[in-house]
């Protein structure tokens, strides 16, 4: 079981933990692979099908079938249908499920070094992050977290965030007071504070329900995201900020891994390494189609920003780098930059 505090194990985190283990079973019954049945994967996801990471987990199960000859399943629940991206993170370390994408933010509580994807402005566009996750620096992290029952085996790309809320914000100045919709993250939670802005941590299965009711003002997405999840239906203004990144960790149990017939896993690591370069190719131009389809929709408008203003919203987040630099590493933080070159 994953816990924020490894040496404590409250009441309530295995009451939560009995839930879960509840919920999964009636979903799928106990374990992943029966007598004389195939090996299952149970692979839980947030977002809709048409997503990025909803498509590349719909292909990694069709190529799985196409290959595989039947000795391994795939069962794809997107959409938050079977749990929450937290809680995903809790069934996988438990053998519960045997693989998720997981937001990167979401990493958080495990370890600081991910909170590097989450540094406003770090990355200004999908090509630098690739170069970042393909060099030594970034691809170690990918088993960083084993020993907590999460071994990553490849990055998957939604996309580039932008900012949607009751104004146009041109200047930091305009998001001062607006209370932001945030992943759990304490990155981004300081990115808020330091625009002036009032962050609340939230599900993303929660958001659509809380723009519509008031309960926050704004958030930050990408146009797949948004479009997908109709949130650009209660957002009066998305203004196009590219101030950051949003992927996914696609990760695996480690000992259910490894307990897998070795030409088994090898015919599973290829697929996913396929996978992941399918998806990170349709990334880009699933965002630039919803984006093009908010346009057209007329509901909510799209804000560009001048070169000036860009600047002014660079040096305003700024400050965030400082302030986790001790966590995450400098020397981590030196091979992002030098993947921007």
């Not at 991206?85 to 519960?96: N, R």
């Not at 659509?208 to 930050?220: C, H, K, M, R, S």
Request: contains cysteine.
């Amino acid at each position: 079981m994953i816990i924020s505090k490894p040496e404590v194990f409250t009441t309530g985190r295995l009451v939560g933990a009995l839930l879960l283990l509840c919920t999964t079973m009636l979903f799928a019954g106990c374990g992943n692979k029966s007598a004389d049945g195939p090996i299952l994967i149970k692979f839980p996801h947030v977002t809709a099908p048409a997503t990025p990471k909803g498509q590349a987990a719909d292909r990694f199960k069709q190529l799985v079938d196409e290959r595989m000859g039947g000795r391994v399943t795939v069962e794809v629940y997107p959409s938050g249908q079977l749990m929450s991206d937290d809680d995903s993170l809790d069934a996988l370390a438990f053998g519960e499920v045997q693989m998720i994408a997981v937001s990167l933010s979401k990493l958080d509580r495990l370890t600081h070094k991910f909170q590097i994807f989450d540094l406003p402005f770090l990355f200004p566009d999908l090509a630098t992050v690739e170069r970042f996750q393909a060099s030594p620096e970034g691809n170690s992290l990918l088993g960083s977290m084993a020993e907590k029952g999460l071994r990553g085996v490849a990055f998957w790309h939604n996309g580039m965030k932008q900012f949607g809320g009751p104004v146009p914000m041109h200047s930091p100045e305009d998001a001062r007071g607006l209370k932001f919709r945030i992943m759990e993250s304490d990155v981004l939670q300081a990115q808020v504070l330091q625009i002036g802005g009032n962050p609340q941590k939230m599900a993303f299965g929660e958001v659509y329900q809380a723009l519509q009711t008031g309960a926050v003002d704004a958030q930050e997405n990408t146009w797949s995201n948004m479009y997908s999840s109709k949130f650009y239906e209660v957002q009066q203004y998305l203004t196009e900020t590219n101030h950051g990144y949003l992927g996914y960790l696609v990760a695996v149990n480690p000992q259910f891994w490894d307990s897998l017939p070795q030409d088994v896993r090898v015919e599973l690591e290829t697929i996913i390494r396929e996978v992941a370069g399918w998806a990170n190719e349709q990334a880009s131009a699933i965002n630039l189609a919803g984006k093009q389809k908010i346009t057209d929709s007329g509901v909510s408008e799209v804000v560009s920003l001048s070169a000036d203003e860009l600047i002014e919203w660079q040096g305003a987040m700024r400050p965030v780098w400082e302030k986790f630099e001790e966590n995450i590493g400098a020397d981590l933080i030196a091979a992002a930059q030098a993947a921007r070159q």
